[in-house]
């Protein structure tokens, strides 16, 4: 049980185009959704979380209109990278929080995104 | 402000070789803590938790951590390393609040010699 997917696995786009990253909980409900952001050889950084039926909180120095987050059912969240530049090349991970379950998530398999 | 430290960012055994990953955090209260383990190119997996109770958390894989709230520690163990075990090793800390968002350490990249 308790799993998380995140679609595509892997995705190439050219700079100035958008791509939407999609993660879904597959067999439980998900109030709050994390989307996090990995560089090469480095920790998760969090980048927003987003709550079913409301607007995402964003962290400090991420972009809410450059990264547009939407999740409009319990089972879905959805990234979308707009106008994408090379530096927003990076690995991008959901987690998914069970509804009233506290600090326990569970993790998409992740995003590899390269904009060329 | 709460953190998570890993002081060790790559740590070499030998397969077969007991191992020893550590984790410091600050919190101000009592801490939800987690160890997760990242393969190359995947996502997080679970390999224990603590949340309360007994101090001795025993997870997937034969790993086992153990919560010392003197030390501000939740070290991250196993008694024989299997080659399959080389991976990167995240501890995390809940940093509270009704959203439960997860603060990270660095990471240990973990190496297993034949």
């Known amino acids: 049980g308790a799993v998380v997917s995140q679609h595509p696995s892997w995705v190439i786009c050219k700079s100035g185009t958008s791509v939407k990253i999609e993660c879904r909980s597959l067999?439980?409900?998900?109030?709050?959704m994390f989307w996090y952001r990995q560089f090469p050889k480095q920790s998760l950084m969090l980048m927003a979380t987003?709550?079913?039926?409301?607007?995402?909180?964003?962290e400090q120095g991420v972009e809410k209109d450059k990264f547009l987050i939407n999740h409009a059912s319990l089972t879905l969240s959805t990234l979308t990278v707009t106008s994408a530049h090379p530096e927003d090349s990076s690995f991008y991970i959901c987690?998914?929080?069970?509804?009233?379950?506290?600090?326990?998530?569970?993790f998409g398999p992740g995003t590899r995104l390269t904009v060329t | 402000a709460q953190s998570v430290t890993q002081p060790d960012i790559h740590i070499t055994v030998s397969e077969g070789a007991s191992l020893e990953l550590r984790c410091n955090y600050s919190?101000?209260?009592?801490?939800?803590l987690f160890w997760y383990v990242q393969s190359p190119g995947q996502g997080l997996q679970l390999l224990l938790k603590?949340?309360?109770?007994?101090?001795l958390v025993q997870g997937i894989k034969g790993f086992e951590a153990e919560f010392k709230r003197s030390q501000s520690s939740f070290n991250l163990r196993k008694p024989s390393v299997h080659w399959s075990d080389a991976a990167e090793y995240f501890c995390?800390?809940?940093?509270?609040?009704?959203?439960?968002?997860?603060?990270f350490g660095k990471g240990t990249k973990l190496s297993v010699k034949p």
């Open positions: 603590y949340f309360s109770g007994d101090t």
């Open positions: 995390a800390v809940g940093a509270g609040g009704s959203q439960g968002n997860l603060i």
């Open positions: 067999d439980f409900q998900a109030t709050t």
């Open positions: 987003s709550n079913e039926g409301s607007k995402a909180t964003y």
């Open positions: 987690s998914a929080r069970e509804t009233g379950v506290t600090h326990e998530q569970y």
């Open positions: 919190y101000g209260a009592t801490p939800y």
